[in-house]
């Protein structure tokens, strides 16, 4: 049944070429399943479901794309993990076996992405909801908060040069700007980076990727992906681009949603809470280390929820020097993940069937 399914996708999916011999994913419960999703799926309001239902058109007619990717080291030896994500898109979440890395494969190609960024992420993900205004404010406290944070942890001198990618409305780059810093930021989302320019005042928010900041012909003293690198297409050539935009001294801070801390801390066990298919990568510690470190960077302080710095390196692992044993150790804790989360799934699963499962959830509410 899953492969007619799956059949009738791929017919329904531009660009994808893969063997589908009735190999079913890790996580059996994340199985493809025609797009339904599951029970303790994201709520989200009218705007997301319009936009989701545009992106699933989209796909269907073949505007987005999808490719297959092979891994960062090269290797095409994978597990598959899941294949739905959140949304119910399309979504298969694969490991390398050869050095843990996980990612998405087959993913949509780097130009259906851009088109997606500019038109649909922030609504489909149920950011717009609220309305554009309160966004803006609740980003201008985060924006804060980040840059207390990166000023606590980072000794950066007068007028140091910020860039950020992924920088959204610019909310993060502002407290930066009036500290003196000369601060740049792009971002695929045309309507935030429109707006943020107007709101923030700052001048050099730029609708695009790392080439934007490449054309400012500035050097950074240090490089800001929050929550960015997980997002992108080509992580050595972006990375390797970022490298060269970096004074020798530059330090470059990653934080991405690390897979060996947020299923446990953030997602109550349920790797659900993790894929959505903006997410082209996957990390741990070790599999960002490894990564980075063959794109000329050395890390400096970094940890599983993944807030981490690095500084721009001389040297450049090869890749072959795979990182020792991760593929085992991230698909030991993606089990232990599930089986902590199984019991909860079955419950509420036998509630949906018995028709309760709002009437207990309301009591719980209550009693909490
Ligand atoms: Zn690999």
């Not at 049944?1 to 063997?19: E, R, V």
């Not at 406290?141 to 840059?147: D, H, I």
């Not at 780059?173 to 971002?187: I, N, R, S, T």
Request: contains cysteine; positive net charge; hydrophobic residues 40%.
């Amino acid at each position: 049944m899953i492969l007619i399914l799956k059949s009738k996708l791929m017919k329904n999916i531009k660009g994808i070429n893969i063997n589908l011999v009735g190999c079913k994913p890790m996580i059996r419960r994340l199985a493809w399943n025609d797009g339904k999703i599951q029970p303790r799926t994201l709520k989200v309001g009218h705007k997301a479901r319009e936009a989701i239902k545009k992106i699933k058109q989209k796909i269907v007619t073949g505007e987005y794309e999808f490719e297959n990717v092979s891994c960062f080291c090269g290797s095409c030896d994978d597990m598959v993990i899941s294949e739905i994500d959140r949304y119910g898109f399309y979504y298969p979440l694969a490991i390398c076996k050869r050095c843990g890395l996980i990612r998405a494969n087959p993913r949509m190609t780097k130009a259906s992405y851009i088109k997606f960024y500019a038109e649909e992420y922030r609504n489909a993900y149920g950011e717009s909801d609220s309305g554009v205004a309160k966004l803006f404010e609740y980003r201008i406290n985060q924006g804060k908060q980040r840059y207390n944070y990166l000023v606590k942890h980072v000794d950066l001198p007068a007028k140091a040069v910020v860039f950020e990618v992924g920088c959204d409305f610019g909310t993060a780059l502002l407290p930066f700007a009036e500290a003196g810093y000369d601060v740049y930021g792009c971002d695929y989302g045309v309507e935030h980076i429109e707006y943020g320019r107007k709101k923030t005042g700052l001048k050099n928010l730029f609708i695009g990727g790392v080439e934007k900041l490449i054309e400012t012909n500035k050097k950074a003293d240090i490089v800001v992906l929050h929550h960015v690198l997980e997002h992108f297409c080509d992580l050595e050539g972006e990375l390797i681009a970022i490298r060269k935009i970096m004074k020798p001294r530059g330090l470059i801070y990653i934080a991405v949603p690390g897979t060996l801390w947020w299923i446990n801390n953030i997602c109550g066990a349920d790797i659900m809470g993790l894929l959505q298919n903006a997410h082209t990568y996957q990390f741990s510690l070790g599999s960002l280390t490894y990564v980075m470190e063959c794109c000329g960077f050395k890390l400096i302080h970094g940890n599983e929820k993944i807030d981490s710095f690095f500084k721009v390196d001389n040297v450049f692992r090869k890749k072959q020097l795979i990182p020792d044993m991760e593929f085992q150790r991230v698909v030991s804790y993606l089990k232990r993940m599930e089986r902590k989360y199984l019991p909860k799934y079955y419950l509420i699963k036998c509630l949906e069937i018995l028709g309760i499962k709002k009437m207990i959830k309301n009591m719980w509410q209550k009693r909490c």
